[in-house]
């Protein structure tokens, strides 16, 4: 097993979790990683089903989402082009009780959770690395729960469009009112309201379907301490 540390690939990756690794680790992984597109709704995860495949996203977003016996759901954690699906691999097992799936279009690489295995069992680094993204993500949900305990809606709208914003690269962000009320945990009313709020501030447009970013520094200070903290994680970690 090796535990030597190599130097990092200098490939346009455009996944960061990928581009953080050496070229050793990423050998590791390239020659059984398929590019795929990623349609709206597409399922990744499905709840206590046993995880066959783990993607890493280049473009677009995931929800892991909680669902509840009466099919209530709720957005536990957000994933991009900063990270993977398959924790649950990562950290030895097969499945999980949450559901993952596309809420904004886009593509990636997937590959098969038996080769991603095979591979953390050759390399140290790249299992230590993407346990790193674990860590970061554990943050990720801890903080999803203690915005939606503590945070006023502006608030949790403001560090959801940011955190979006930050995965997306764009600046117009293509999200419905029934979706953001979903993974808000909050009825649509509530969240016209906060977009209404928001956009009366100048800090954001609004047209069908879509959200326009005009003000990222303004956003950040109406997310206030809700946002900032697993982001700061992820750079510590992982760069």
């Known amino acids: 097993m090796s535990s030597v540390p190599a130097q990092r690939t200098s490939s346009p990756l455009r996944n960061r979790l990928l581009a953080a690794m050496s070229k050793a680790d990423l050998a590791l992984l390239q020659p059984n990683m398929r590019h795929v597109d990623l349609p ?27 669902v509840q016996a009466d099919n209530t759901q709720i ?5 991009g082009r900063e990270g993977m699906t398959g924790i649950a691999v990562v950290l030895g097992g097969d499945q999980s009780p949450h559901a993952t799936y596309i809420q ?11 080769e991603l295995r095979k591979a953390m069992d ?9 346990l790193k993204f674990v860590q970061a993500f554990t943050v990720q949900t801890a903080h999803t729960a203690i915005a939606n305990a503590r945070a006023k809606i502006d608030q949790r709208l403001a560090r959801w469009i940011l955190m979006a914003h930050d995965r997306l690269g764009a600046d117009t962000l293509s999200l419905t009112h029934e979706f953001l009320a ?18 009366r501030q100048k800090l954001i447009d609004t047209g069908r379907n879509k959200i326009m970013v005009l ?13 900032g903290i697993p982001e700061k994680e992820y750079r510590r970690l992982i760069g």
């Open 40 to 66: 709206l709704r597409y399922e990744m995860e499905e709840p206590n089903r046993r995880i066959e495949t783990v993607y890493f996203l280049e473009a677009g977003i995931a929800s892991v989402v909680a």
């Open 75 to 79: 957005e536990v954690g957000l994933i």
């Open 104 to 114: 904004s279009a886009g593509e990636g690489l997937r590959i098969s959770a038996k």
């Open 122 to 130: 050759a390399s140290e680094t790249l299992r230590n690395l993407l």
């Open 182 to 199: 979903l993974m808000l945990g909050v009825r649509r009313a509530g969240v016209t309201e906060s977009l209404q709020s928001l956009k």
């Open 215 to 227: 003000s990222r520094k303004g956003i950040e200070r109406m997310a206030r301490e809700s946002y």
